[in-house]
């Protein structure tokens, strides 16, 4: 097995090597360009993973004439690092990305978003460290899922204006709009409720989610959160979904708590558990009255309309907005994008693994 100590020390003989040798930094290279010039990505994949020779950011490319892409349209370049929360500490602070100049508003938060939460976030012996990684982690996904919605949201905006002005939706739109009805349990008997649409399609403050999954998965150290990126104590009873059984669930019971193949998936289901589910009801109306109100939304604020989601009730609610205030998770909920680079899928393995493309749509 190749390693840095005996490589090179029981090779050819000098002909051979220096056969080898023109082989590898003229033939090879030759074909490698060959092939990868012309290369026809999967326009349809969700994610792509490429070998690539030395790190660099590189562009999709783009036919003469049009822009570049931008946003998840754009292509990143991305290192596999260690799970380790040290190594994961050290890649933050090479992204330039540092959390007291994010509360205050003088960094905007690079679109980073990882496999997997960081492991051995116990070992780190200051509880800061540990939070600040775990807030570090969460908060691009939190933003870019939020991101996404807020797109929807201006649309189903744009098309509620259209038709006040008593003009008929364009076929493209009436289909977008079904669509959406359906994605977010809006039924249409005729003609889609966009006002009751609007009510669902909203985000959810920063802050409610970082303290919802810091209380749910211990600050990303729980055994559902390491093995499943269950963040938020989400319950499932469908054969289909992944999940990780409770050890003291009882003989009989079925359920199991959710898992996600990353902490991404986890996120947008917690949100949209709570833009669709009937026991978040007043959680959707006072998000809407503020609305209503031109308010700013506020975790803590919207937290007291959460005592269904736990049978802990009140106690649940006043946790939350505790950890909201002890930790001023409320700085967050004015945090915004870096928009000078697309969407950058870090993986993360157990050992440092090569430099790999990642594409996302």
Aim: proline share 4%; aromatic share 6%; glycine share 6%.
């Amino acid at each position: 097995m190749q390693t840095d100590a005996n490589e090179g020390r029981s090779g050819p003989r000098y002909t051979a090597v220096c056969a080898g040798f023109l082989l590898i930094v003229g033939l090879i290279p030759s074909i490698m360009f060959t092939w990868a010039s012309g290369l026809a990505m999967d326009r349809g994949a969700r994610e792509l993973f490429l070998p690539v020779l030395r790190p660099a950011v590189a562009q999709a490319a783009v036919p003469d004439g049009k822009d570049q892409p931008k946003g998840d349209e754009a292509q990143i370049v991305a290192e596999a690092f260690s799970l380790d929360a040290r190594s994961v500490m050290e890649l933050f602070h090479q992204r330039d990305y540092h959390i007291e100049q994010v509360r205050s508003g003088a960094l905007q938060v690079p679109r980073l978003v990882l496999s997997d939460l960081p492991t051995g976030l116990k070992s780190l012996s200051s509880a800061d460290d540990r939070k600040a990684v775990f807030v570090k982690t969460l908060l691009p996904m939190i933003l870019l899922t939020n991101e996404k919605i807020e797109k929807d949201r201006q649309r189903l905006q744009r098309l509620q204006v259209v038709r006040a002005n008593g003009h008929a939706l364009s076929a493209p739109d009436r289909m977008w709009l079904a669509s959406i009805a359906e994605r977010y349990g809006v039924k249409a008997d005729g003609e889609v409720n966009i006002k009751s649409l609007l009510q669902r399609v909203d985000i959810v403050p920063a802050s409610l989610a970082l303290a919802q999954a810091a209380e749910e998965s211990g600050w990303g150290t729980s055994r559902f959160a390491q093995k499943g990126n269950a963040l938020y104590g989400q319950l499932t009873w469908n054969a289909e979904h992944q999940g990780i059984v409770p050890r003291n669930r009882r003989q009989g019971e079925t359920h199991r708590f959710r898992a996600f193949d990353d902490p991404k998936a986890s996120i947008e289901s917690y949100i949209h558990n709570l833009n669709t589910h009937r026991a978040y009801t007043q959680f959707r109306q006072m998000r809407s009255g503020l609305r209503g109100q031109g308010k700013v939304l506020e975790g803590a604020q919207l937290a007291s309309a959460l005592v269904s989601y736990s049978e802990r009730g009140q106690d649940y609610v006043r946790t939350i907005r505790s950890l909201i205030r002890v930790n001023a998770l409320s700085d967050f909920d004015q945090a915004v994008l870096r928009d000078d680079m697309g969407e950058e899928v870090l993986r993360l393995a157990k050992k440092v693994e090569p430099i790999t493309v990642a594409m996302r749509r």
